[in-house]
């Protein structure tokens, strides 16, 4: 299995299939009932303006996960936010979806890995509690790829985990 990850800004054919998959990555948070992830009509947005708020933000890293070169997924790095008694990450993840027919196939997890090398630094990845789904794939991925290097805390209803990346990382052995 090849799996690559690209700069969605470089290909408009990246942006038009993150587009045609932003309604499925929608409905997969609708459910857990956050209060985060209103419908975007009710508060006069519709679906494009979001995704040209994501492009137009110069900080964001968007990026396509790709099976042998084709678009079945796509990431968005930020650069990380200060926590209170804490030094502020490098990066976070702020968006991560695998469309459905792709998931449970290791290309997640293999895109984990290539994100985290290309941008080395310290991160933080956020879950909702409420999203069971998620905390189980993050506590999965960034257990194996940090050798269980890594820091969780669970408060107000989320799990942060902080660490350490680079393509060091990665080395088994």
């Not at 700069?7 to 009932?33: F, G, Q």
């Not at 679906?47 to 678009?71: F, G, M, N």
């Amino acid at each position: 299995m090849s799996v690559s990850v690209r700069d969605a800004r470089v290909s408009a054919l990246d942006r038009r299939w993150i587009e045609s998959v932003y309604r499925e990555y929608l409905d997969d948070l609708a459910p857990l009932n956050t209060g985060i992830f209103p419908v975007l009509g009710e508060v006069g947005h519709r679906e494009p303006d979001q995704l040209t708020r994501w492009y137009a933000d110069s900080s964001a890293r968007i990026l396509t996960i790709c099976k042998s070169a084709a678009p079945v997924g796509f990431a968005m790095v930020l650069p990380g936010r200060p926590t209170p008694g804490r030094s502020a990450p490098d990066f976070r993840m702020a968006e991560f979806f695998v469309a459905r027919p792709y998931r449970r196939l290791g290309i997640g997890q293999s895109a984990v890995a290539l994100i985290l090398d290309r941008f080395a630094g310290l991160w933080e990845v956020q879950e909702y509690l409420r999203n069971p789904g998620a905390v189980k794939f993050w506590r999965h991925v960034i257990a194996d790829y940090t050798r269980g290097d890594y820091e969780e805390r669970v408060a107000n209803g989320e799990v942060r985990q902080t660490f350490r990346s680079g393509p060091s990382r990665t080395r088994k052995g």
